[in-house]
């Protein structure tokens, strides 16, 4: 088992075993973000479906308005004048077939890696190093492109690729602990609204199991999700 400290104790004796309101359950999540860090905002959602089945499957992005809170390193693979075009858009790193060397040699000094569809017969072979590290370009997460300067301002902005992992969980970072409350129930807003955007056609019956939200080192809260589901854009926002 593993030990729990005394800090984390305390602040899940403020939590309730109950689901909470969104708004009351994002400033719970502020009030228990007293690590020695900025915390970021985490989700933990159970959805009712089998990812081992393809049609169960969810692999999609979301758009946070609000943003990550997090400065996003983006490196972009591309040839000829899709190279200047990247570069001038924005993207902290870029190359050709030399880029794919390096990450091969174990360069890995980026958040994100976006590639052009030319380029990906040689981006394959990085596939066991960048797959497990989640960092793969693949044209349903937008990492796979020929617009890159669209691409690159998104996830510099607050655009995220997420999956259900193998149990039907998807975890997320939705923002900074240090946000607004209001500004994470419009990110956490936004999500609902993709993860139901999304829903895989093979998912049967309750698609919506538990969610909850903590900060990094924080107590797990629960939120009631028909509330949230109830919850208008405007009334968010």
Partial sequence: MKKVSRRLQELQKKVEERPYQPLEALNLLKETATAKFPESAEAHIRLGIDPKYADQQLRTTVVLPRGTGQTVRVAVIARGEKVT?????????????????????GRMDFDKLIATPDVMPQVAKLGKLLGPRGL?????GGTVTFDLGAAIAEFKAGKLEFRADRTGIV?????????????????????????DRNRPSGAKGRYWRTMYVSSTMGPSIQVDINALRDLKTTEAA
Avoid: C, R, W, Y
Avoid at 94 to 101: K, N, R, T, Y
Avoid at 179 to 191: P, S
């Fill in 136 to 140: 793969m370009p693949s044209p349903k």
């Fill in 171 to 195: 975890h997320i970072l939705f923002g900074k602990a240090t946000f607004t409350a209001q500004d994470l129930l419009v990110n956490l807003k936004a999500l609902q609204e993709t993860i």
């Fill in 85 to 105: 075009e990247a570069s001038n858009a924005g993207a902290d790193i870029v190359g050709s077939e030399e880029l794919i060397d390096e990450i091969q040699k």
